[in-house]
């Protein structure tokens, strides 16, 4: 198993920006990537992925945080980070960490291979 710990939530004003960290008890290198978050009494939404594997950066956004959110990962830390700015109250949401297996490239955010959670983070934006 994948143990993943979130750290870095907390209660923001609106237009403030948090940032998240993920701590992967194995490497994120070889391996999809991914923040989600739930909203109360939303479904489970992805928010961003990546791919890290080659030199090349891939990521994955979902509409409504792109120009916002950037989604990196450090992987001589096995660590991932999602750099949230100008936070608006409907991102208020309990953010959670995900992987796949090892060697998985598709890496996006409607993709089902993400097999490894997080317990999750708490963001609250106020207005």
């Known amino acids: 198993q994948v143990q993943l710990v979130e750290s870095g939530g907390g209660s923001v004003q609106a237009g403030g920006s948090l940032k998240l960290s993920c701590a992967a008890s194995?490497?994120?290198?070889?391996?999809?990537m991914g923040w989600f978050r739930q909203a109360p009494g939303k479904e489970r939404e992805g928010v961003a992925t990546?791919?890290?594997?080659?030199?090349?950066?891939?990521?994955d956004y979902a509409d409504s945080v792109k120009g916002r959110f950037t989604i990196s990962q450090d992987n001589t830390k096995n660590t991932l980070y999602l750099q949230m700015n100008s936070l608006k109250p409907q991102d208020t949401a309990m953010y959670y960490c995900?992987?796949?297996?090892?060697?998985?490239?598709?890496?996006?955010?409607?993709?089902?291979?993400?097999?490894?959670w997080g317990q999750g983070t708490q963001v609250t934006v106020s207005s």
């Open positions: 194995a490497y994120t290198y070889n391996r999809c």
């Open positions: 995900a992987a796949s297996p090892e060697w998985i490239t598709s890496c996006f955010i409607g993709s089902r291979e993400f097999r490894y």
């Open positions: 990546i791919n890290n594997m080659g030199s090349t950066v891939y990521a």
